[in-house]
T-cell receptor, first 115, second 114 residues
Framework: DTGVSQDPRHKITKRGQNVTFRCDPISEHNRLYWYRQTLGQGPEFLTYFQNEAQLEKSRLLSDRFSAERPKGSFSTLEIQRTEQGDSAMYLC?????????????FGPGTRLTVL | AQSVTQPDIHITVSEGASLELRCNYSYGATPYLFWYVQSPGQGLQLLLKYFSGDTLVQGIKGFEAEFKRSQSSFNLRKPSVHWSDAAEYFCAVGTTGTASKLTFGTGTRLQVTL
C-alpha cells in the first residue's frame, strides 16, 4: 500500500493558463475526493467520485474546473483560465466503500501558485 | 448545513505539558467526527475518529478525544506534548449519505517550546 499520490507537488503558472493535476488513490479504494485548502483555512470539499461516476460537486467548483476519473482509477482535476484566486493547495483523498463510515486517506497535495 | 468551529487559531505549550484543542460542531444528525494533523508540506494524517459507542476515543501518537453531545464538542487532548507534535490540527465532521464528505474547521496551529 503506497498511499494516495498526487502529481505535481508544486505548480506555478501564469494567470490565464490551464493546469491539470493528477491523483492516484489507494488501489482498492473506489471513492475519490478533491478538496481545496487556502492559506489559514481548513480543506473545503470540491467534488466526489464513486468509481468513474462524479456524484457530487460543490458550488466552489466553477465552470472553469473539471474533474474526471476514467475507468475508476486515477483522477484528474483541470483548471482552465487560471485566476490568482485559484492559488491554493489541492488535496485528493480516497476511501473504500463499506458498511460503516469510511475513513478518507489524503495525499500530500498539489500546491498551485498563480502569478 | 454542517459546520465546525475551532476557536483557537494558535496555541503554544511547553514540551511535557498537557494539551487540549477545542472543537465544536454543528450537525443535525449523529455526527461522525475526526481529528487530522498536518505538518508543513505534508498531507493530512488521521489521528482519531468517533462514529458511535464509547465517547472517549483513543488515537495515534498518544492523543485522545472526548465526544460530548450536550456541548456539541469533540476536544482533542494529550497528557504530555512532545516537540514533534508541533503542527496544524484540524477537526472535521463527516456527513452521512452517499458522499460522506468532510467539513473541516479552520485549524489550530500548535507551537511547542523546549
Amino acid at each position: 500500500d503506497t498511499g494516495v499520490s498526487q502529481d505535481p507537488r508544486h505548480k506555478i503558472t501564469k494567470r490565464g493558463q490551464n493546469v491539470t493535476f493528477r491523483c492516484d488513490p489507494i488501489s482498492e479504494h473506489n471513492r475519490l475526493y478533491w478538496y481545496r485548502q487556502t492559506l489559514g483555512q481548513g480543506p473545503e470539499f470540491l467534488t466526489y467520485f464513486q468509481n468513474e461516476a462524479q456524484l457530487e460537486k460543490s458550488r466552489l467548483l466553477s465552470d472553469r474546473f473539471s474533474a474526471e476519473r476514467p475507468k475508476g482509477s486515477f483522477s484528474t482535476l483541470e483548471i482552465q483560465r487560471t485566476e490568482q484566486g485559484d492559488s491554493a493547495m489541492y488535496l485528493c483523498a480516497s476511501s473504500a466503500r463499506g458498511v460503516a463510515y469510511n475513513e478518507q486517506f489524503f495525499g500530500p497535495g498539489t500546491r498551485l501558485t498563480v502569478l | 448545513a454542517q459546520s465546525v468551529t475551532q476557536p483557537d487559531i494558535h496555541i503554544t505549550v511547553s514540551e511535557g505539558a498537557s494539551l487540549e484543542l477545542r472543537c465544536n460542531y454543528s450537525y443535525g444528525a449523529t455526527p461522525y467526527l475526526f481529528w487530522y494533523v498536518q505538518s508543513p508540506g505534508q498531507g493530512l494524517q488521521l489521528l482519531l475518529k468517533y462514529f458511535s459507542g464509547d465517547t472517549l476515543v483513543q488515537g495515534i501518537k498518544g492523543f485522545e478525544a472526548e465526544f460530548k453531545r450536550s456541548q456539541s464538542s469533540f476536544n482533542l487532548r494529550k497528557p504530555s506534548v512532545h516537540w514533534s507534535d508541533a503542527a496544524e490540527y484540524f477537526c472535521a465532521v463527516g456527513t452521512t449519505g452517499t458522499a460522506s464528505k468532510l467539513t473541516f474547521g479552520t485549524g489550530t496551529r500548535l507551537q511547542v517550546t523546549l
